[in-house]
Every structure is written in C-alpha cells, then in structure tokens.
C-alpha cells in the first residue's frame, strides 16, 4: 500500500498535531502555537486574581544600572545565552539565573548568539568593526572553532547569525553597507568558508 500525503494534508496534520500538543499545556515555540496567539488556553495558575502574586526570580540588566541588552538571548537545554554592551557572552541557568560560564571580552556591537540543537553557541566577538565567528560548547564554554576570516559589521548589533544545520552550516553576511558586502557559508563542525558569494 502506497501513501501520497500531500502538501495540504501535511499542513493539517501539523496543526492538529501542535492543537493536541498545545492543549497539553506546552509553550511549543514563540507565541505558544501556531497562530502565535501568545495564549495558553490551559493555563490556570496565573488568572486575574493571581496576576499581583507574580514576582520576579531574577534578572539581568534589571536595575543594575550598567548593563544594558539590545539583544534577544539564545536559549538551549535551560540555559540562557546573552551578550550584552558591557560584558561577554554568558551562559545563565534559565530557571534561576546563576552564572554557568563566560566567554571573551567585552564586546560593544556584538550582535544577539545564535544556539544549534545540539548547543553550540555561535557568537561575533571583536573590537571596532572586525569580529571572528566563535563556536564554543553551550555546556562547558569551551571554544569549538574560530573563523578565520573577520567580519566587518560597521556600527550594527542587529545582524543575525543564521545556522543551516541540514547542510551543516553557519550563514553570515561580511560588510554589509558596502557594495562587496558577502554572503559566506562556514562549516559548522570546523569553522572553515564553504563559500562566498
């Protein structure tokens, strides 16, 4: 017996299949489902008549008064990942907030770290407008790789690293307010240009 699922179905069994998981009460992705509705429907602690209980557990660039985050954090496996305009990249635990490790200097136009499913943390460090690609183990902090290439990003902290991890590689654009900006492909085992364009 042969079955043909086509495109339509495919869709449909998607979204029936994140209804079921959404109605178990799981937060599946950002806006919880979707249609990122941003709702849980089966949440019951946090009501009206709860919403005041609510207390912060911690935070960070919260009321300190130096550190300040224009970036969105990567999250893996209840670690937190931030980068910041005045510190390295730092690995928190998610659920409480304590310090698992730091890595390189501070950087001031580092843009947001980039996570893979198996938690390696891609990361620009670099001072002035030169940053290398760094890969280091999202448990440890020990670097994996660095590229031997640098990537100008003039004055901008909102360029994305972007990971194909189908073709086991990490996207990044180099000098991009230039005409001969590029497009380069690395290797996310080895850090090594797979190719330009």
């Known amino acids: 017996m042969k079955?043909?699922?086509?495109?339509?179905?495919?869709?449909?069994?998607?979204?029936?299949?994140?209804?079921?998981?959404?109605?178990?009460?799981?937060?599946?992705?950002?806006?919880?489902?979707?249609?990122?509705?941003?709702?849980?429907?089966?949440?019951?602690?946090?009501?009206?008549?709860?919403?005041?209980?609510?207390?912060?557990?911690?935070?960070?660039?919260?009321?300190?008064?130096?550190?300040?985050?224009?970036?969105?954090?990567?999250?893996?496996?209840?670690r937190l990942y931030t980068a910041s305009s005045a510190s390295a990249l730092c690995c928190w635990d998610a659920k409480t907030g304590e310090k698992k490790w730091?890595?390189?200097?501070?950087?001031?136009?580092?843009?947001?770290?980039?996570?893979?499913?198996?938690?390696?943390?891609?990361?620009?460090?670099?001072s002035s407008m030169n940053y290398s690609l760094h890969a280091i183990n999202g448990l440890s902090g020990i670097k994996l790789w660095e590229s031997p290439i640098q990537f100008d990003l003039g004055f901008s902290d909102t360029n994305v690293i972007c990971v194909d991890e189908v073709r086991n590689q990490v996207l990044m654009v180099e000098y991009p307010f230039a005409e001969d900006g590029k497009l380069y492909a690395l290797d996310l085992t080895t850090g090594q240009v797979n190719w330009y364009m």
Not at 30 to 40: R, S, W
Not at 59 to 78: L, M
Not at 114 to 125: A, D, K, W
Request: hydrophobic share 35%; aromatic share 10%.
């Open 102 to 126: 730091a890595y390189g200097e501070d950087t001031s136009w580092v843009p947001q770290p980039t996570v893979t499913s198996t938690g390696t943390v891609l990361y620009l460090e670099g």
């Open 3 to 78: 079955i043909i699922l086509t495109t339509v179905t495919m869709l449909a069994l998607t979204l029936t299949l994140s209804v079921v998981a959404d109605a178990q009460g799981l937060w599946q992705h950002f806006g919880c489902d979707c249609q990122f509705t941003a709702c849980n429907p089966t949440e019951t602690q946090i009501t009206p008549a709860t919403i005041n209980q609510i207390n912060r557990l911690w935070g960070i660039g919260c009321d300190e008064g130096y550190e300040q985050f224009s970036r969105s954090p990567a999250i893996w496996n209840n």
